[in-house]
Structure formats: structure tokens, C-alpha cells
């Protein structure tokens, strides 16, 4: 396992995805498998990017924590790519796991700011999580929007729209529709 932990990788993604670590024995089992990912020195496959998705986002706090680190740490020394962490994030909110309001609260609270190479992978990660968001809006997803406008203007980036399938549909919902309007904006800057 240590040197090819797909298969493992895969088993407990799946399984924390389906329970949200209610009980000790799950978050002793998530605590040590982020430990794991964070002691791995090997190049990133898909099921590490699923399980470092499912670990940005559970509620206990140690398990994000160390998911935290290990993209902060990836991040810094080019280890870590933004969009395919983005795509598996996408994949799991499109599926309504984890509320993506944990994911907001830990990219506005210790993501955000760390450095300008943070703030760009962040802007791809959070385009491609866009990416694969269904049609109707989840809640909290104003949030990640205004997220992503605050880190286009600090980044001076213009935003990636044009492979963001619900786009346009998305502009037409209430809650959604200015914070659209402004990130539509920046692109004619």
C-alpha cells in the first residue's frame, strides 16, 4: 500500500463520503489516512485528489486540518495540481456530500492569502469545482462565487467562464445573479 494506495485510498474515500465521520472509530480511521497522505511522497493519482477532497471537507476539524497542509504544502513546491484537485471537489459537491459551506469557511478563513502562487491555485481549483457543480445551485454556492471574485481581483486574473456549463442558467437565479454580474465584469477589464 505504501507505495501504490490507490485501492485504499478509494475504499475509505468511498466510505467517508457516504458518512460524514459521525462515529470515533471513522475518525480515528480518517485521521490516520490523513497521515498518510500527508507522509506520501509520491506524485498525486485521482483517488488521492478524492480523498484530499473529502478531507477539506469533514467536520472534524483535525482531518481538515491536516487536508489544509497537505495542499498548502503541495501548493508551494509545485506538487500539487489546483484543477485536478478542483475536478474531484466539483465531483463530490455535485453529489451533495459534504455542505460546501465547510469548504468556504476553510478557504475564507486559512486558504486565502498564504501567497499569490495560493491565490492562482485557487482561482483554478475553485473554476474547476465550478466546473462540475450541477445545474441547480447548492447551498452556499453564492459564497464559493464571491470567493472566486475576491480572488480574481486580488490575483488580477480574469475569470475562466466559458467551460462553466450552468453559467449563463446560474446568472438568471436571484441569489446568484449579481455576484455573477461582477465576476462577468472583470472579464472587460
Not at 445545474?135 to 481581483?153: D, G, H, R, T
Not at 467551460?163 to 455576484?179: C, F, M, R, Y
Request: charged residues 20%.
Amino acid at each position: 500500500a505504501p507505495n501504490t494506495p490507490d485501492y485504499l485510498l478509494g475504499r475509505t474515500t468511498t466510505y467517508f463520503a457516504n458518512c460524514d465521520m459521525w462515529e470515533v472509530s471513522e475518525q480515528s480511521i480518517a485521521l490516520h489516512l490523513a497521515s498518510l497522505m500527508n507522509n506520501l511522497k509520491s506524485p498525486f493519482h485521482e483517488m488521492h485528489y478524492m480523498a484530499l477532497a473529502c478531507m477539506l471537507m469533514p467536520k472534524i476539524k483535525t482531518v481538515q486540518d491536516y487536508a489544509f497542509a497537505i495542499w498548502s504544502e503541495r501548493i508551494a513546491s509545485n506538487q500539487l495540481d489546483a484543477i485536478r484537485l478542483g475536478k474531484a471537489i466539483g465531483k463530490v459537491e455535485h453529489l451533495e456530500t459534504f455542505p460546501l459551506k465547510r469548504l468556504t469557511d476553510l478557504i475564507s478563513e486559512y486558504m486565502i492569502g498564504i501567497s499569490p502562487q495560493h491565490n492562482n491555485a485557487l482561482v483554478e481549483m475553485i473554476q474547476a469545482i465550478l466546473i462540475e457543480l450541477p445545474e441547480k445551485p447548492l447551498k452556499n454556492q453564492k459564497k464559493l462565487l464571491e470567493l472566486y471574485y475576491e480572488l480574481l481581483a486580488q490575483t488580477q486574473l480574469k475569470p475562466d467562464i466559458k467551460n462553466i456549463p450552468h453559467w449563463d442558467k446560474w446568472a438568471t437565479e436571484g441569489s446568484l445573479k449579481k455576484v455573477i454580474e461582477q465576476i462577468n465584469g472583470l472579464q472587460h477589464l
